[in-house]
């Protein structure tokens, strides 16, 4: 169950933890939201993807935890980061953590993918500091192959993002054989650079250090055979990325 019941904002998560490097700047405290509407092959948080198997939690329970942490986190230059699954699944409780943070006079981050962009309220996206925007392909068949969703949402979010002037960092998972194909990887920065608020591409390579989630699961892993990028790739596309005047990590 996910809304507003006697004046708490409730939702569905899986977890939270502290991170630091990849989910925005300095350390961070990391939801993770159940629930998400694409299914992407490389995915490495299978145990996020069904709604009804998280935990039911208060934004009360969330601020409180995040208290514990919160001298830590702001002394390290970090914040809050809302991923998943989709946090945009759960847009008001998503929006309501959010504010809280805010209000609390926290870094605040969102990590999505852009499907659902359209369930992120103005008032959401003035609460978040900083969107993590994954564009999974640029190639139309190749994102809909890889994640079982269409591309032109995500890409709807980004020139509305864009419109309000919010900052975002991209990422772009390199998988080789589905998202290195150079046409599409010029395509993808040929885009980001129309966008002023795209203030640098983290290039990620994909890796399967979610393989024994699939496993206990009892769900395969599509792209278990699937080679890592080797570091050449790798320096290929972030190569491809800075040819278009863009800050690629």
């Not at 502290?18 to 092959?41: A, E, H, N, Q, Y």
């Not at 890592?228 to 990590?249: I, M, N, S, W, Y």
Request: net charge negative; aromatic share 8%; with cysteine.
């Amino acid at each position: 169950m996910t809304g507003i019941v006697h004046g708490a904002a409730i939702g569905r998560i899986h977890s939270w933890d502290l991170s630091t490097g990849v989910d925005g700047p300095g350390t961070r405290f990391v939801l993770f939201v159940s629930g998400c509407p694409l299914r992407c092959l490389y995915c490495a948080n299978p145990d996020t993807w069904h709604m009804r198997d998280g935990r039911a939690v208060t934004v009360d329970e969330v601020m409180g935890e995040i208290d514990k942490y919160r001298a830590f986190i702001t002394t390290a230059g970090g914040g809050v980061t809302l991923t998943g699954g989709e946090p945009l699944l759960q847009s008001a409780f998503a929006g309501a953590v959010l504010r809280r943070c805010k209000e609390a006079g926290l870094h605040t981050a969102l990590d999505t993918s852009g499907f659902l962009g359209l369930r992120a309220t103005d008032e959401l996206l003035a609460d978040t500091d900083l969107v993590l925007l994954d564009i999974k392909s640029f190639d139309i068949p190749t994102y809909r192959k890889l994640t079982g969703g269409g591309l032109d949402p995500t890409l709807n979010f980004a020139t509305r993002l864009d419109r309000l002037g919010k900052r975002m960092w991209i990422r772009y998972v390199l998988v080789p054989g589905w998202t290195d194909d150079p046409e599409a990887v010029d395509g993808l920065g040929g885009f980001l650079a129309g966008l002023g608020s795209a203030e640098r591409i983290d290039v990620l390579p994909f890796h399967k250090l979610g393989a024994a989630k699939y496993d206990a699961l009892d769900v395969p892993f599509p792209l278990r055979d699937t080679p890592t990028p080797d570091a050449a790739l790798v320096d290929r596309v972030r190569g491809q990325f800075r040819a278009h005047g863009l800050v690629a990590h």
